[in-house]
């Protein structure tokens, strides 16, 4: 009986289902997948968590590409001022598709409307806490603004919204990202790197 709670669990959690799965490649490519996995600290364990209790173990990735081929990038209460920004990323709520939260997201986030241009990755994390290891997955996709103001709507969570050269992302801010310790911030330097290596590799 406890190894079927279990099953169950694991699909309720799973909330990106290979039915959408397929469906998202259908619509925007077959990405790169890769596999990552670090140390978190106890406040970033806290937080997967406390995501984990909500049902959700996955994150949507946008590399917002303006026309300049400079990206959009968040910064969270929790680092401001670091000079560390990284790419908008928010999860699907219950009954809601990856599309849906990523136009969702985006716009609290950032303040744009955007189009998905192409699934880049699929990454899975394993996410090492003192004493257990936690799933997580991100859909990270290439992007482009269609609409909308720069300019942060969820303020609660985001601090600041700029614009950065992909040189200034695999330069400086990759080296802030992996001196900080973070775990998330390790995660998040992979995922950046990755990212422009596929995209230099499907040539878009």
Not at 45 to 57: D, F, I, N, P, W
Not at 62 to 75: A, E, K, L, T, W
Not at 138 to 145: H, R, T, Y
Request: proline residues 2%.
């Amino acid at each position: 009986m406890r190894a079927a709670h279990i099953e169950v669990m694991a699909r309720t959690l799973n909330d990106i289902t290979a039915e959408e799965m397929r469906s998202l490649i259908e619509r925007y490519g077959e990405p790169r997948r890769l596999h990552f996995k670090t140390d978190f600290k106890k406040f970033e364990c806290e937080l997967v968590r406390k995501s984990r209790a909500k049902g959700r173990l996955h994150d949507v990735t946008c590399f917002i590409r303006n026309s300049d081929s400079h990206y959009v990038v968040i910064q969270k209460h929790q680092y401001a001022n670091t000079g560390i920004f990284r790419a908008p990323s928010g999860g699907a709520a219950s009954g809601e598709s990856i599309e849906e939260a990523a136009a969702r997201e985006m716009r609290e986030e950032t303040g744009l409307d955007i189009r998905l241009m192409r699934l880049v990755l699929v990454l899975d994390l394993d996410v090492v806490c003192l004493e257990e290891t936690i799933p997580w997955q991100s859909l990270v996709f290439l992007a482009e603004p269609i609409g909308g103001e720069m300019k942060p709507i969820d303020t609660h969570e985001i601090y600041g919204v700029a614009i950065m050269s992909r040189e200034e992302l695999l330069g400086d801010i990759d080296r802030l990202m992996t001196q900080s310790g973070w775990g998330g911030f390790s995660y998040r330097a992979f995922l950046t790197r990755e990212f422009f290596k596929t995209l230099d590799e499907l040539n878009i």
